[in-house]
């Protein structure tokens, strides 16, 4: 679930105009690292939390003021990927990175996190490890647990679009039946008209029905799939939340 600060996040980043707005997506894994869209263009270093773990943003590898170590699949041979898809296009990975602290007390410090290949952004956790390999494993680790909850999250908001989308579909279909049905009964001659016109067009009608009652049951149970963060992601991908209805709306 996300703090009220997180939630404050991912409404500012959802807020701009449709061609600024991030994706649902996008704007959940920035509330989740506490990244204000403007801290991401003007700040460097803007420290904030992910879960209990407290975190620090770097805009890009070269603003990081530590020596880079490498990434983990450089420093671990077992470790044979070059990152974690976060989107299930599989277009955007994150891959674990590891920076060299300055020494303390004669011990090497490392701090570990992953780069987002779609910005070339830097997460660092400030857990300190004093083994390189160490640093490496928890660096991928991190990268892939992030990156795992961010393609259940865009998978819930696919979801969320195709669901709605069937249903709009069927909705638009009864509508286009409807207004055929109305141009039979305004007809100035209605007896040129057939009763089996009437007989068809309310058949045509009940099955046009029926295929938005089962896009409408489809979605439902399409939605009690997800649950918390991923819920509001299907939500957010749909573009239906209601049906009008003569006198009252069927909400979705």
């Not at 041979?77 to 602290?101: A, C, E, K, M, P």
């Not at 696919?158 to 039979?184: F, I, P, T, Y």
């Not at 068809?200 to 029926?210: F, H, I, K, V």
Request: with cysteine; hydrophobic share 35%; charged share 30%.
């Amino acid at each position: 679930m996300l703090t009220d600060t997180q939630r404050a996040i991912y409404r500012a980043w959802r807020k701009p105009a449709p061609w600024m707005r991030a994706t649902p997506a996008g704007a959940l894994f920035a509330a989740r690292e506490c990244r204000y869209p403007k801290q991401i263009v003007e700040t460097s270093g803007h420290r904030g939390q992910n879960g209990k773990a407290v975190i620090q943003y770097w805009y890009c590898k070269a603003s990081v003021p530590f020596r880079l170590v490498g990434y983990a699949d450089e420093l671990i041979r077992s470790i044979d990927h070059q990152g974690w898809y976060g989107d299930s296009f599989q277009d955007r990975t994150l891959r674990g990175i590891v920076f060299q602290l300055p020494a303390r007390n004669g011990q090497t410090q490392y701090l570990y996190g992953y780069e987002e290949s779609d910005s070339g952004s830097i997460v660092l956790y400030r857990d300190i490890e004093t083994d390189e390999s160490d640093a490496a494993r928890s660096a991928d680790g991190r990268a892939e647990w992030v990156a795992e909850e961010s393609r259940e999250y865009d998978e819930a908001w696919h979801a969320g679009a195709v669901a709605s989308d069937k249903v709009q579909e069927a909705l638009d279909n009864l509508r286009v039946e409807v207004r055929r049905w109305l141009a039979c009964v305004h007809y100035e001659d209605r007896a040129g008209l057939l009763s089996q016109d009437d007989d068809d067009t309310q058949a045509s009608g009940d099955e046009l029905r029926e295929e938005l009652d089962d896009a409408i049951r489809d979605y439902r149970r399409a939605q009690s799939d997800w649950r918390g963060d991923n819920a509001e992601a299907f939500r957010e991908g749909a573009t239906v939340r209601t049906i009008p209805a003569i006198g009252r709306r069927i909400t979705l």
